[in-house]
């Protein structure tokens, strides 16, 4: 029980979650649920004779996702820190694992681990490992981040790696996700502009050489340029996903009353999007962006507001995976862009996605308690005086400990360096 | 970091804008494309309502036959670019070789790259095995994808030519042609819109398990007034009597007159609707009712009901029939049997021309108009069939004038089809009343429940009862002593009938020819409580033409089939021989020989020998020949037995024969083969 409770330390001076994050991610967990349900009742019951085959998995990992939002929300990201090396190796060996066979191959890719009877998309983890892995590192590099050698190339190096193994599942989505997380992050760190420049012409001509020396994207993109030629074979997927956005027309033809999940394949995963926009039409999929525009929007809030560095990294990292996944995402449905293998955050089926998901939104939503609080902290220690911590954990962590006694519930208290409230280092500043 | 998020905000607002035009500018035409993708899926056509006789003996039944279709897209999935003409080439040969069809054809088809295309349609089931070994079956990599065989409704009239004009064909689009198919099209094609959106990408039916049960959309069954039994003899006989006398076509109508239902509808020449493609336009009319002929003496009779209905003359007065010879205008009329004074029933017995000209006249040319009319002569039956013809009482649309009149009293200058001349007889049978013909006795779904069933309805009152029994008393002469229908009599009943042997308008000259006739016999039997009235017509007899000599024989033969099947007995012993009778115990055995014949020695569906006493315990085994293997499965489960079913279409042979006497709960194999 102890160690549980010292787990869960909110840390001293945390304030409560940002509650319009906390309730978004709820809601599309839940809205998640009805819309795997909807597109995926046809299939479930063709081929698992369940209709509600994927709804019962769905719904299952929705509840582990809300326990681990609960659970990581409370698990203070300060302590993330010396985590950082154990989970990146681990990601890494899972990558290198589903790379060289252990993989359990899905749709023609390898990118499941089969450990037991859970499978497990080591690429949905390597995402956030990548984050807490450059959060930890450009903050400890903090002022040689503007040097090649040091503040650049290391993180480039093992973004690389990654993305290698990636490509080699070969998962070109996920490989482009790790590389924008990496740029971005660089970027807010204050690395040199040309530096940048350089690794984003330099990324740009590892895509495009991806794409063009294996014959199977090559096809795929060619396919995508001439969609009305191939919508029989190679762009079949793709025209169906724009043909179910645009039956949905302004108010959608209802929930459930979709039909074009008979024709779209993967419509529960990676193609939930369409699904949406036939169902809840234009509007659905305009409340839908709003939606993950707020939560970027309330995330980069928390990464401005965030106390020390590691966490405004993290709380950015994470706001820029979930944008940029749900924006590939539905341009991929929509056939802005060729058709890649990312996933709706919260919403499409698929344990890892969801779960990897759920613990991004606990950090955050971890990161957000001292955060969304900058005002509730001075006006602790302007009406309560020099135990603001201790008054703080008297609101919400009455349950772990007595509020008579909480000094023991805490044994290894807090460095005073530590306590010292720093203040939260704007990145624009640091640039 | 403000700009990285105004960019993500730039995309997002990107997405949406994208989505503004996708879905609010083309949506309707993206909606369109969506519905038509839909709808283009569904080329299973629904399965077919059977039809069936009186007795439930199938006329017609679909069958699932096998069909074989391609997926290009599956076919050539995963195969480089560059080998795709080669992968297709071997492909093609392969699946041509197994189909004996084109191979440069179906290489043409994987190449177009469809996810649907027919291959070949009704394949046999050999076939069907060796497209399985080329795809299902075979080593993953020499397998050949996107090869799907799946059962198409397939026509199948398992009696052949039996009914073959009545019934029609099949197309193999689905839509019925000709006959009941055709006319009956819309209930028996069963509801392929029910199925809208229940296709997926390949086109396969989903949700098998809630509609398991096909029959939801399957089309009604037909449960037709037609006896098979009597069909079959009159199609043998009129069949007998166009061979033999060198007609060209003819047609027997049996009705029974007091339901009018039709018992039998034949037509020559037929033809078999299994193979309709090897038959004529000529061979697959239904003349019963297509064909308006001359009806010549026959008609006598229904002119004497009306003079004796008007009261013009008396059932008991005598006609001075002028010698053989009457002038009227400039038209000469003779008798064949020239006489001085006849009664009314000699009138009929020697048909006498000049007698019957005279009633007419007697009457004038709107009574008796209107007595023919009210016979039902002119106008349609009002059955659901195609191509009925009205007939013509009035050639050219205005009242007849004298001679027209006298020549219509004895059934010349005017049209008629077989079918009215069957039904007004059917009228003077039953007292007088002009019954509604019925064909279709019940339609009915495939789940058994009645959609519509008709009961016997009476049109009006044509003669009085009076008259009507006068008549058919007057019509017995006919066949009595040296009438001229003696050739009619069925061996112990009385017949009431009459001869008509009428010359037919050569269409080249306009006028009448010298030897073609058309050769009839009108009546019915028993004549004092008839159970059945028949109407036979040849066209075109060429040895011998006289209506007594060559249409009264296949009356009485078919009279003969229809009481028996009735199971009347005859009245009057002194006709009947005795040695005959004891030789022919049971109707129902001689009703069963006959459909034995019927069939080319195959019985019908519900046929149980009818032969020696079964002892408790033991069941017969009935003969399911020729019967589909679900109505054959449940019949065997009914009567205790335990059926093993091997094969699949029609049943073709029993393990034990069919009429051996076994234990209850015994096993039978029934091995089936598919109907083509």
């Known amino acids: ?431 | 970091m403000g700009m990285l998020c105004g960019l993500l905000a730039l995309g997002l607002g990107l997405v949406v804008s994208a989505g503004w035009d996708l879905m609010i500018g083309d949506g309707a035409a993206w909606r369109e494309l969506a519905e038509s993708q839909r709808q283009r899926r569904l080329h299973v056509a629904p399965k077919r309502g059977g039809v069936y006789d009186r007795n439930g003996s199938a006329l017609a039944v679909s069958v699932e036959v096998p069909s074989v279709s391609l997926d290009a897209v599956e076919l050539l999935r995963g195969v480089p670019s560059q080998q795709v003409p080669v992968v297709a080439r071997q492909a093609a040969n392969a699946i041509a070789a197994v189909l004996g069809i084109d191979a440069a054809q179906v290489e043409r088809r994987i190449l177009a790259k469809h996810r649907f295309a027919w291959l070949k349609r009704q394949i046999s089931a050999l076939e069907a095995d060796k497209i399985r070994a080329l795809s299902a079956d075979a080593p993953e990599d020499r397998r050949i994808h996107g090869l799907v065989v799946e059962g198409e409704g397939r026509r199948y009239y398992p009696r052949r030519e039996l009914a073959g004009p009545l019934l029609g064909f099949v197309a193999p689009d689905g839509e019925g042609k000709d006959g009941l198919e055709y006319a009956l099209n819309d209930d028996l094609k069963g509801n392929a819109e029910q199925l809208k959106g229940l296709r997926d990408r390949s086109g396969r039916l989903l949700f098998s398990d809630g509609i398991e049960d096909d029959r939801a959309f399957a089309g009604h069954n037909l449960y037709l007034t037609i006896d098979q039994g009597i069909q079959y003899v009159a199609e043998h006989e009129l069949q007998a009597a166009a061979r033999t006398f060198e007609a060209t076509g003819g047609s027997v109508v049996v009705v029974n007159p007091n339901t009018g239902e039709i018992l039998a509808l034949a037509s020559f020449p037929t033809f078999n609707p299994n193979d309709y493609t090897e038959s004529q336009p000529e061979q697959r009319r239904d003349r019963a009712m297509s064909d308006v002929f001359e009806p010549g003496s026959t008609m006598k009779m229904f002119t004497v009901a009306a003079g004796l209905t008007s009261g013009v003359i008396t059932p008991t007065q005598k006609m001075y029939c002028e010698k053989g010879v009457m002038q009227i205008d400039n038209v000469t009329i003779r008798d064949t049997h020239p006489s001085e004074w006849l009664t009314i029933p000699q009138i009929l017995a020697v048909s006498s021309n000049i007698c019957a000209a005279k009633i007419g006249l007697g009457m004038g040319e709107s009574k008796l108009y209107e007595a023919f009319r009210r016979f039902g002569f002119g106008q349609e039956s009002g059955l659901p069939f195609a191509g009925e013809a009205p007939g013509t009482l009035r050639p050219r649309s205005r009242p007849w004038v004298q001679v027209e009149t006298a020549s219509a009293a004895f059934g010349q200058g005017i049209g008629v089809t077989n079918m009215q001349m069957a039904m007004a007889a059917a009228a003077i049978a039953n007292g007088g009343e002009l019954m509604e013909p019925l064909l279709v006795r019940k339609v009915s779904t495939s789940a058994g429940e009645v959609v519509r069933e008709v009961s016997p309805h009476v049109r009006r009152r044509v003669i009085p009862k009076d008259v009507a029994r006068a008549v058919s008393e007057m019509l017995v002469a006919v066949t009595e002593g040296d009438g001229t229908g003696t050739e009619a009599v069925v061996d112990g009943y009385r017949v009431a009938g009459k001869t008509g042997t009428a010359q037919k308008t050569d269409p080249k000259t306009g006028r009448y020819s010298i030897d073609k006739y058309i050769a009839s016999f009108v009546g019915f039997v028993p004549a004092e409580k008839p159970i059945v009235a028949i109407a036979v017509t040849i066209d075109e007899p060429m040895v011998e033409h006289a209506g007594g000599a060559v249409a009264a024989p296949i009356f009485r033969h078919v009279a003969q089939m229809a009481l028996k099947l009735a199971g009347l007995t005859p009245k009057t012993s002194d006709h009947t021989d005795v040695a005959v009778l004891a030789r022919t115990p049971d109707p129902a055995n001689i009703a069963y020989e006959a459909l034995r014949e019927a069939q080319g020695k195959k019985p019908a569906v519900q046929e149980v020998l009818a032969t020696g006493a079964v002892s408790p315990g033991k069941v017969r085994i009935p003969n399911l020949t020729g019967v589909p293997a679900r109505q054959a499965m449940k019949q065997m489960i009914e009567i205790g037995l335990t059926p093993h079913i091997a094969g699949s279409g029609l049943i073709v042979t029993q393990q034990p024969p069919p009429g051996s006497v076994v234990d209850a709960k015994s096993e039978v194999l029934l091995i089936l083969e598919p109907a083509t």
């Open chain 1, 1 to 431: 029980m102890t160690t549980i409770t010292r787990l869960l330390t909110r840390g001293p001076d945390r304030g409560p979650v940002d509650i319009v994050l906390a309730a978004l991610a709820v809601a599309l967990l839940g809205f998640g649920v009805v819309m795997v349900y909807s597109s995926s009742v046809i299939e479930a019951t063709v081929v698992f004779k369940d209709p509600q085959y994927f709804l019962k998995r769905q719904g299952f990992y929705a509840l582990g996702g809300l326990s681990v939002i609960f659970l990581t929300s409370r698990f203070d990201y300060r302590k993330l820190r010396p985590l950082t090396y154990p989970i990146m190796g681990l990601v890494t060996l899972m990558m290198i694992a589903s790379v060289i066979g252990l993989g359990h191959s899905g749709g023609g890719a390898a990118r499941w681990l089969a450990i037991g009877p859970v499978h497990i998309q080591p690429s949905e983890t390597a995402k956030l490992a990548l984050v807490l892995w450059l959060a930890y590192s450009l903050e400890k590099k903090r002022e040689r981040v503007r040097s090649f050698s040091i503040g650049m190339l290391p993180h480039l190096l093992m973004a690389g790696f990654l993305m290698i193994l990636c490509l080699k599942q070969p998962d070109f989505g996920g490989a482009s996700v790790l590389l924008l997380l990496t740029f971005t992050l660089l970027f807010v760190a204050g690395a040199r502009l040309g530096y940048l420049l350089g690794l984003a012409m330099l990324g740009s001509l590892f895509a495009v050489w991806a794409v063009r020396f294996t014959s199977y994207r090559w096809e795929r993109m060619l396919a995508w340029f001439n969609m009305s030629e191939h919508r029989q074979d190679l762009a079949y997927q793709p025209f169906q996903s724009v043909m179910s956005f645009g039956s949905g027309k302004l108010f959608g033809l209802g929930l459930g009353k979709g039909l074009q999940v008979l024709y779209l394949p993967e419509a529960h995963t990676d193609f939930i999007s369409a699904i949406i926009g036939e169902e809840l039409g234009f509007i659905g999929i305009l409340a839908l962006c709003t939606v993950y525009l707020v939560i970027v929007a309330r995330g980069v809030r928390t990464a401005l507001a965030a106390e020390d560095e590691y966490g405004s990294y993290i709380a950015f990292g994470i706001s820029v995976l979930f944008g940029v996944q749900a924006l590939i995402n539905l341009a991929v449905a929509m056939s802005m862009l060729p058709t890649k293998g990312l996933t709706l955050p919260f919403v499409s089926f698929g344990g890892s996605s969801l779960l990897v998901c759920a613990a991004a939104m606990g950090i955050l939503l971890n990161i957000s308690r001292s955060s969304g609080s900058g005002n509730l902290r001075v006006s602790f220690s302007t009406a309560r005086g020099p135990e603001p911590e201790a008054s703080a954990m008297l609101v919400t962590e009455a349950s772990f400990a007595p509020a008579t006694s909480p000094a023991p519930a805490y044994p290894k208290s807090p460095t005073p360096k530590q306590r010292q409230p720093r203040p939260p280092p704007s990145p624009k500043e640091a640039r």
